[in-house]
């Protein structure tokens, strides 16, 4: 994960008219090469998403924990306290200016006009994490990763709505390669569970609106990546909490007969780090890089969570067909990333 203490830089700066017809055309077509540090990040949304995402199916079906919205609040709470605390304690700060967050004296929280400016993205953020939570449940884990690949189309197509982001054939075909392997590998596995193949399907759409909101309400909020969670969570928390109050989920959480056992604690306190720490390298990916990107990271991410999801809870039998699905989209994750990295 990155420091801390790093300042988030967000490019807001746009090219000249001149530009635009030029070199800011190349650009919107191709993006530029990353960076290393969003090398860095890239590494770390891979390596927390992988342990979440193994973290949140133990608690839901080794468990049979029965909400997954009160573990999405639990994993809220625990974010802004986090976030409290280092402010407190000058060790982050929530502005993206070039402050340094041990000497910044200025207000400890946000504005009001701040918070509200950044309410679409609480939404698209409160949205992502309850269809996320729950279609963990309801397919086993090698099928939601196969079926979650297919986000990158989802976030391509709505970069192309929002900002008119257009792509090189070399990356289209990478992606198109990336779909092909998830069909081919889910084909034997289309009529498992229609509501948990929705579910997941949903869950791909909210997470395409959340990464390009991310891009627009991150570049003209003036917050850095702390900023940006904080103001989330501080106007999801009181609506999630109402919600899992009137659908009764609080109720079911007290009389959970598993809530004070230690390994279930372990385990919903490891969740709640980890989504932390989740949350802020998705920001950070997000930013630094691109929405498709951050996508793609989540493919790349698919190879340790399918080995290990297989390992802790089963599912379903590797055959060769399977197998071969699951190649042909990390081959195309690969082409994709090194596309990026190079600026191809």
């Known amino acids: 994960m990155v420091p801390s203490t790093e300042r988030l830089s967000l490019p807001v700066s746009d090219p000249s008219p001149q530009q635009r017809g030029g070199a800011g055309e190349q650009r919107?077509?191709?993006?530029?090469?990353?960076?290393?540090?969003?090398?860095?990040?890239?590494?770390?949304?891979?390596?927390?998403?992988?342990?979440?995402v193994l973290f949140n199916k133990a608690a839901l079906s080794s468990y049979s924990f029965p909400s997954a919205n009160v573990i999405t609040l639990f994993q809220m709470i625990c974010s802004c306290s986090f976030l409290y605390v280092l402010r407190c304690w000058k060790l982050i700060s929530f502005s993206s200016g070039d402050i340094s967050p041990l000497t910044d004296?200025?207000?400890?929280?946000?504005?009001?006009?701040?918070?509200i400016h950044t309410s679409p993205l609480a939404l698209t953020y409160l949205l992502y994490m309850l269809a996320t939570m729950e279609s963990v449940r309801g397919v086993n884990v090698p099928m939601y990763t196969t079926l979650r690949r297919t986000?990158?189309?989802?976030?391509?197509?709505?970069e192309f709505i929002l900002v008119g982001q257009k792509y090189t054939r070399s990356v289209i075909g990478?992606?198109?390669l990336i779909v092909f392997g998830a069909f081919v590998a889910g084909s034997r596995d289309l009529s498992f569970d229609a509501y948990g193949y929705a579910v997941v399907f949903l869950s791909n759409i909210t997470t395409a609106i959340y990464l390009a909101t991310i891009s627009r309400v991150g570049k003209s909020s003036g917050l850095n990546s702390f900023g940006l969670m904080w103001c989330n969570g501080i106007l999801c928390g009181?609506?999630?909490?109402?919600?899992?109050?009137i659908r009764g989920d609080l109720r079911m959480t007290m009389d959970f007969p598993y809530l004070f056992a230690p390994g279930f604690l372990i385990v919903l306190l490891l969740s709640c780090v980890l989504a932390f720490f989740l949350n802020y390298s998705i920001f950070l990916n997000t930013t630094l890089n691109s929405a498709v990107t951050q996508t793609i990271c989540g493919n790349l991410k698919d190879l340790f969570t399918i080995t290990l999801g297989w390992m802790f809870f089963g599912g379903l039998p590797f055959d060769l067909l399977n197998v071969i699905g699951q190649l042909l989209g990390f081959v195309g994750s690969g082409f994709y990333a090194y596309?990026?990295?190079?600026?191809k």
Not at 105 to 115: D, E, K, Y
Not at 238 to 245: E, I, K, N
């Open 28 to 52: 919107l077509f191709k993006g530029s090469a990353m960076t290393t540090r969003g090398a860095y990040a890239a590494v770390s949304y891979m390596s927390c998403a992988v342990l979440l």
């Open 105 to 115: 004296n200025s207000a400890r929280f946000v504005s009001l006009q701040t918070v």
């Open 151 to 158: 986000t990158v189309v989802f976030t391509m197509f709505v």
């Open 174 to 176: 990478s992606v198109a």
């Open 238 to 245: 009181p609506v999630l909490l109402f919600w899992t109050f």
């Open 339 to 343: 596309f990026k990295l190079f600026g």
